[in-house]
T-cell receptor, first 117, second 116 residues
Framework: AQKITQTQPGMFVQEKEAVTLDCTYD???????LFWYKQPSSGEMIFLIY??????QNATEGRYSLNFQKARKSANLVISASQLGDSAMYFC??????????????FGKGTHLIIQP | DAGVTQSPTHLIKTRGQHVTLRCSPI?????VSWYQQVLGQGPQFIFQ???????GRGNFPDRFSARQFPNYSSELNVNALLLGDSALYLC???????????????FGPGTRLTVL
């Protein structure tokens, strides 16, 4: 079974609109972390935002916010006021378990976001 | 400060050959992870090394091996290359933070391997 599911292979959004990228996850571990990364065509993965399973508040970083619904195992990324430079692949990822970095990240298949002028 | 660096940028090999990919982490980072990203997919975890010891391994065959050096740089080795090994190989470094499970990974630009 997929541990990270991103159901939107591609999205077209008008510049300056808000966009929501969907991510659902599957784990039985009570301690986990959820990450969003942006990957431009150059290939480098750029960290955007992190949400811990015990965090009470939804994470925010500038124009990025994470809509964390624990009971639904959902961690959607919201980008406010989209810009042309936001066009890229976006990946949701998860790390399970206690301890920093004992296991690698599990990534979803990604969403290709295209911002139109 | 320099980010994660990887070499080479691109590489073309033929089936059956061996390849070595290199990664230098961010200064002060002691953990290095390797990922394989096949075209159109998300990255898949291959290995993690911390303080020169293997800390995690993904579901990859024994043809894949890695090591970490005293300066925390790392090499990924792939033997008996197959066409399916063609991918972007990403290296990520992290501090190995104490606050579980947060441990942000900083990625390098990747090495694009083509197997003919």
């Amino acid at each position: 079974a997929q541990k990270i599911t991103q159901t939107q292979p591609g999205m077209f959004v008008q510049e300056k609109e808000a966009v929501t990228l969907d991510c659902t996850y599957d784990t039985s571990d009570p301690s986990y972390g959820l990450f969003w990364y942006k990957q431009p065509s150059s290939g480098e993965m750029i960290f955007l935002i992190y949400q811990g399973s015990y965090d009470q508040q939804n994470a925010t970083e500038g124009r990025y916010s994470l809509n964390f619904q624990k009971a639904r195992k959902s961690a959607n990324l919201v980008i406010s006021a989209s810009q042309l430079g936001d066009s890229a692949m976006y990946f949701c990822a998860m790390r399970e378990g206690i301890g920093g970095g004992a296991d690698g990240l599990t990534f979803g298949k990604g969403t290709h976001l295209i911002i139109q002028p | 400060d320099a980010g994660v660096t990887q070499s080479p940028t691109h590489l073309i090999k033929t089936r059956g050959q061996h390849v070595t990919l290199r990664c230098s982490p961010i200064s002060g980072h002691k953990s290095v992870s390797w990922y394989q990203q096949v075209l159109g997919q998300g990255p898949q975890f291959i290995f993690q090394y911390y303080e020169k010891e293997e800390r995690g391994r993904g579901n990859f065959p024994d043809r894949f091996s890695a090591r970490q050096f005293p300066n925390y740089s790392s090499e990924l080795n792939v033997n008996a290359l197959l066409l399916g090994d063609s991918a972007l190989y990403l290296c990520a470094s992290s501090l190995q933070g104490e606050a579980p499970p947060y441990n942000e990974q900083f990625f390098g630009p990747g090495t694009r391997l083509t197997v003919l």
